[in-house]
């Protein structure tokens, strides 16, 4: 079935493999979208594409930094330009340094704010403009984390970031609610990727004390938020807006 048929996506931070935004591409173009896929390793972003055009599905890259408005600006005026309008954003793009207090310098927390957060302010604000202006209303999918929802040692800074993603979004779902822009955020819990190796290597000490709290005795695949982040982008998804949506094996229902 394709759900997304028709519908133009964009997707931040989709170039490493695993990750969430590359199985988000693939899961999106299975569903018929054209699929655009931006990543900071422009590089890595076409191999993504690539691999999704070989499978037979429609898929774009972009370099794209996304804490830089000017590059914001570039990505959304040729995709504007080439389809009159954007459907889908999923703003997944993120960094995890995980730190301590003791440990945490400036330099981290500004760097985590400005990649995990602004940058989904910058996103969110053009992807709302861009539908606003086609008049077909829209979903916009904030990629947030179980860390914005609880506490977690050594993620003060990743926390205060998702933690904004996580309300930025409930309260511009309210602003546009009526325009037909749907905004939620999903919470990814443990998952196998390659920014989980290196939180891993960065929070040793934590890492397995961690990993036991996940009732389901594991972490999660890739896949299993690409099927959220399918369903929130799908009309499936139509009455459901300024929502948070967990997945993480039921770590945080403790």
Not at 66 to 86: F, K, N, Y
Not at 138 to 157: D, H, K, T
Request: charged share 20%; net charge negative; hydrophobic share 45%.
């Amino acid at each position: 079935m394709a759900r997304l048929a028709g519908k133009v996506v964009l997707i931040t931070g989709g170039a490493s493999v695993p990750g969430l935004g590359s199985a988000t591409a693939h899961r999106f173009a299975r569903e018929g979208a054209v699929v655009y896929v931006t990543d900071r390793d422009g590089s890595g972003a076409a191999l993504v594409a690539q691999a999704i055009r070989d499978a037979g599905g429609q898929a774009h890259a972009m370099e794209h930094d996304v804490t830089s408005e000017a590059d914001w600006d570039r990505v959304m005026a040729a995709i504007e330009a080439a389809h009159g309008g954007l459907d889908v954003l999923v703003n997944n793009a993120g960094i995890a340094v995980l730190r301590l207090i003791g440990e945490l310098t400036t330099a981290d927390w500004l760097l985590q704010n400005d990649v995990n957060l602004n940058s989904v302010f910058h996103g969110t604000k053009r992807a709302v403009l861009a539908m606003r202006k086609a008049g077909k209303g829209g979903s916009i999918i904030n990629i947030s984390s179980v860390v914005g929802q609880v506490g977690v040692p050594a993620c003060g800074a990743y926390a205060a970031a998702k933690g904004g993603v996580r309300l930025f979004s409930k309260s511009v779902a309210v602003e546009c609610a009526r325009e037909g822009i749907r905004i939620n955020t999903v919470h990814p819990g443990m998952i196998l990727t390659n920014m989980q190796d290196v939180a891993e290597e960065d929070n040793a000490a934590n890492y397995e004390a961690t990993l036991a709290l996940i009732p389901m005795g594991r972490m999660g695949e890739p896949d299993d938020i690409a099927n959220m982040n399918l369903f929130l982008a799908s009309d499936e998804a139509k009455y459901i807006t300024g929502a948070e949506f967990t997945v993480d094996g039921g770590m945080i229902a403790q």
